[in-house]
């Protein structure tokens, strides 16, 4: 309980201290009431994805596809809107992104090679799919659908999806088996626990939870871009950060409860850094280096620990 409390005290510490600094350098830019409302709509989004990543991560897999699944699944979503309204928006990109977390899951199975290679090859064929539904286009949501990347809509929204998230990993059989594979998976298997079944589920958990991030993505942005050349790599790597900061303190914080504050801190961290005028490339590599750091702790603390593919 004193541990708890601790990693509790350091986690709300360090959004304090984020906030401080910024908010001392730039006081009239950063830190208002509505700038902070702004950017908890906007960590929502980050959040969702890196609970679905933490099913994976946490058994010591990778799926660097999350940001190729984002834009398909909301790419498809915005299309069948046109004709189904509210239920093929929001149907569209669950599916696709559940159908997308399928296809990891078994393809890499399938194939046995590393999570990282295999979902890097994946997120290229999903790049692919997207350009070509969109035919060299990009696709504007309709306004009357946009309701929903609005509070209090997006708000309710990401609140379902942590209590799912939370529910799942700490009541149910596939959040127990997950953590017992990701613990140490030799032994979870002589317990009688199919390994390949849960690492199947972690990946589809994935995309589900994906799926939903593209939904608020697209009602937010209102309009979606396919890309190639693996250019959607870059939306990965703000759910990675706070999912390993969720793995970080998840011995005594839940893990949901923890990637949302530490996806909050990213967030003030990148507007700061905007605040203080600082240009696109300078704000990369800071963002760079933070999840340089973060794996690095994480790598210290799992020193030793390798995937294993069956």
Partial sequence: MKNKVKSLVLLLGLLVVTYLVFFILQPTRFGSAESLFILLQQCLLPSIAACGFYFVLTMGLFDFSIGANIILSALVACMLSVQFGFVGLVVGAVLVGTLVGVANGFLYLKFKIPSIIATVGLMIIYECIASYLAGGNSYVLAEEYRILGQ???????????????????????????IKAIGKNEPMAQNMGVNVSKYKVIGFILCGLFTGITALLTICYSSTVIPVQGMSSMARNFTPIMGCFIGLAFKKYVNPVISIIIGEFIIAMIISGIMTNGLDSTLQNTIIGVILLVIVAAMGIKNKGKAEVVK
Avoid: L
Wanted: hydrophobic share 70%; net charge positive.
């Fill in 151 to 177: 509070a209090p809509w997006n708000i309710i929204i990401a609140v379902i999806a942590f209590a799912i998230a939370m529910f799942i990993i700490k009541f149910t059989r596939t959040g127990i088996y």
